[in-house]
């Protein structure tokens, strides 16, 4: 008999499967492959495609017509960078390679950056916390720049930097301070060209009278640089005493000296009056000349990029008028030279300085002249030492 199987299958067709149901109804989505196109029949003569399946290369392209293979092939354009390098493979060169921004600094349709000369307090370049500022002209009335206009606020935030330096610069070695002062002389002579410029502008003086002040200037710098670990041999002593002691006298700093910078000599007559007051350890308050004091601001400049600490020389420019009297008051001030101010002005000055026993020291110098010790021994004192002999 046969199975319940072989019954039902013999009653009824097979089932499709869903695959062959999906290939027998059209639009279902079967993935039924078409039939293949015939490439067109192709005119006699012209060869045949290649059968690889990879297509035909394109056709090459058409050959330059007469007129652009007459013009002359682009140059081959420069970076910056590399024009750079050109140009440093060819010092003696011009620098018409050279992009615009890399060009000359007097090239045609550049700005030139305008310098700003500002105060130089606490080794910081501020403006004037009055916001002032006054117009320096040249011999010729011409303008050079806008300076700030220091205030009586502005002579007292000095001071205290001046004071807060002089504890680290008075107790360095006499050898260290030597080699600090000869680092700015070596930055001086970097910038000779630049302080020529300023002197030519701001004194009228021709290039090589500027050149041979500045070389003055280095020079007198280099002369007070070799004094700090000499000038105790000079001005101290041991000396005989009757009875069992040693007794030494010792030369030290005097600590905040007012420095009025000469007027006429902006930049050879400053290095003088500064160089002397730091050389033995004492912190500087410099009024700049008012009327010249772009050699001054440089000058700041030099100090600040070498190793001079912050608050050793503090320079003002501005009205000497304004700032003298604040300086000759001041009770924390020690010293004040006098040397940039008129003689008619110097006994008033002489008069507040007295409130708090102030040293004053004034001369008219030839700061051509070679120098001698008087500036430097102006500003020290004498401390007398006694010690009993041991048994």
Same mark, same amino acid.
């Given at each position: 008999?046969?199975?319940?199987?072989?019954?039902?299958?013999?009653?009824?067709?097979?089932?499709?499967?869903?695959?062959?149901?999906?290939?027998?109804?059209?639009?279902?989505?079967? =993935?039924?492959?078409?039939?293949?196109?015939?490439?067109?029949?192709?005119?006699?003569?012209?060869?045949?495609?290649?059968?690889?399946?990879?297509?035909?290369?394109?056709?090459?392209?058409?050959?330059?017509?007469?007129?652009?293979?007459?013009?002359?092939?682009?140059?081959?354009?420069?970076?910056?960078?590399?024009?750079?390098?050109?140009?440093?493979?060819?010092?003696?060169?011009?620098?018409?390679?050279?992009?615009?921004?890399?060009?000359?600094?007097?090239?045609?349709?550049?700005?030139?950056?305008?310098?700003?000369?500002?105060?130089?307090?606490?080794?910081?370049?501020?403006?004037?916390?009055?916001?002032?500022?006054?117009?320096?002209?040249?011999?010729?009335?011409?303008?050079?720049?806008?300076?700030?206009?220091?205030?009586?606020?502005?002579?007292?935030?000095?001071?205290?930097?001046?004071?807060?330096?002089?504890?680290?610069?008075?107790?360095?070695?006499?050898?260290?301070?030597?080699?600090?002062?000869?680092?700015?002389?070596?930055?001086?002579?970097?910038?000779?060209?630049?302080?020529?410029?300023?002197?030519?502008?701001?004194?009228?003086?021709? =290039?090589?009278?500027?050149?041979?002040?500045?070389?003055?200037?280095?020079?007198?710098?280099?002369?007070?640089?070799?004094?700090?670990?000499?000038?105790?041999?000079?001005?101290?002593?041991?000396?005989?005493?009757?009875?069992?002691?040693?007794?030494?006298?010792?030369?030290?700093?005097?600590?905040?000296?007012?420095?009025?910078?000469?007027?006429?000599?902006?930049?050879?007559?400053?290095?003088?009056?500064?160089?002397?007051?730091?050389?033995?350890?004492?912190?500087?308050?410099?009024?700049?000349?008012?009327?010249?004091?772009?050699?001054?601001?440089? =000058?700041?400049?030099?100090?600040?990029?070498?190793?001079?600490?912050?608050?050793?020389?503090?320079?003002?420019?501005?009205?000497?008028?304004?700032?003298?009297?604040?300086?000759?008051?001041?009770?924390?001030?020690?010293?004040?030279?006098?040397?940039?101010?008129?003689?008619?002005?110097?006994?008033?000055?002489?008069?507040?300085?007295?409130?708090?026993?102030?040293?004053?020291?004034?001369?008219?110098?030839?700061?051509?002249?070679?120098?001698?010790?008087?500036?430097?021994?102006?500003?020290?004192?004498?401390?007398?030492?006694?010690?009993?002999?041991?048994?």
């Amino acid at each position: 008999m046969p199975d319940g199987g072989a019954k039902r299958s013999a009653g009824k067709p097979a089932a499709k499967s869903s695959a062959a149901k999906r290939a027998a109804q059209p639009g279902t989505g079967a =993935l039924t492959r078409k039939p293949a196109r015939k490439p067109a029949a192709k005119p006699a003569g012209e060869p045949a495609a290649p059968a690889t399946g990879v297509s035909a290369a394109r056709p090459a392209t058409k050959e330059p017509t007469a007129a652009r293979a007459a013009a002359p092939p682009k140059p081959a354009r420069k970076s910056a960078l590399a024009a750079v390098r050109a140009a440093a493979a060819d010092p003696g060169g011009s620098d018409a390679g050279l992009p615009a921004a890399l060009g000359s600094p007097g090239g045609a349709g550049r700005l030139s950056v305008r310098k700003t000369y500002k105060l130089f307090i606490g080794g910081k370049f501020p403006r004037s916390e009055s916001g002032r500022s006054y117009p320096v002209t040249g011999p010729g009335g011409a303008l050079l720049a806008q300076a700030a206009q220091a205030s009586r606020k502005d002579a007292r935030d000095a001071v205290v930097a001046a004071r807060g330096a002089f504890g680290a610069w008075s107790g360095a070695t006499a050898y260290n301070r030597g080699q600090v002062l000869y680092r700015v002389a070596e930055l001086l002579e970097g910038r000779r060209e630049q302080f020529a410029a300023e002197i030519v502008r701001n004194e009228g003086l021709d =290039l090589s009278a500027a050149d041979d002040q500045v070389a003055r200037a280095i020079d007198r710098w280099v002369w007070y640089a070799g004094w700090p670990d000499k000038v105790a041999q000079v001005a101290g002593a041991a000396n005989p005493v009757a009875g069992p002691y040693f007794n030494f006298s010792v030369p030290e700093p005097t600590g905040v000296v007012a420095v009025m910078a000469p007027a006429g000599s902006s930049l050879l007559g400053l290095v003088s009056v500064v160089a002397a007051v730091i050389a033995t350890g004492n912190t500087a308050v410099v009024v700049a000349s008012e009327d010249r004091p772009l050699p001054a601001v440089t =000058l700041t400049e030099v100090l600040a990029t070498s190793d001079v600490p912050p608050g050793v020389v503090n320079v003002l420019t501005g009205r000497t008028a304004e700032l003298a009297p604040v300086l000759a008051a001041h009770m924390d001030v020690n010293a004040i030279d006098l040397s940039g101010v008129a003689l008619s002005g110097r006994a008033e000055l002489e008069r507040l300085a007295a409130g708090n026993v102030k040293r004053v020291f004034a001369a008219d110098e030839d700061w051509a002249a070679p120098p001698g010790l008087r500036r430097l021994l102006a500003f020290l004192e004498t401390k007398t030492v006694w010690h009993p002999v041991g048994s």
